[in-house]
Nanobody, 122 residues
Framework: QVQLVESGGGLVQAGGSLRLSCAAS????????IGWFRQAPGKERDFVAA????????NYADSVKGRFTISRDNAENTVYLQMNSLKPEDTAVYYC???????????????WGQGTQVTVSA
């Protein structure tokens, strides 16, 4: 089993940057692909980015391509989401999730963190 804890959220002005972290417990962290999802009030949980177990493959939602970068440090059991050029529409609770394969579908991830709030002001 994997436990995930997100951090790094906060309030930032449009155009600013934040780096989210997803820290995992457990010795099998490198066995899991990690995805980031976000959910705005009244909306569904949407895929943001994902990274394979080794970090060799990544995938991004079109809305964040060129602005967000996902990376991982398996020695530190941590995945990062660097978010640049933030927009008000990026405002949401951001969740990281662990699954067996890199995927855009939230239902295919087995473990979830509690989420961290990101608010981008205009």
């Amino acid at each position: 089993q994997v436990q995930l804890v997100e951090s790094g959220g906060g309030l930032v002005q449009a155009g600013g940057s934040l780096r989210l972290s997803c820290a995992a417990s457990g010795r099998t962290f490198s066995s899991y692909a990690i995805g980031w999802f976000r959910q705005a009030p009244g909306k569904e949980r949407d895929f943001v980015a994902a990274i394979s177990r080794s970090g060799g493959f990544t995938n991004y939602a079109d809305s964040v391509k060129g602005r967000f970068t996902i990376s991982r440090d398996n020695a530190e059991n941590t995945v990062y989401l660097q978010m640049n050029s933030l927009k008000p529409e990026d405002t949401a609770v951001y969740y990281c999730a662990a699954g067996r394969t890199i995927n855009t579908l939230s239902g295919l991830y087995d473990y979830w963190g509690q989420g961290t709030q990101v608010t981008v002001s205009a």
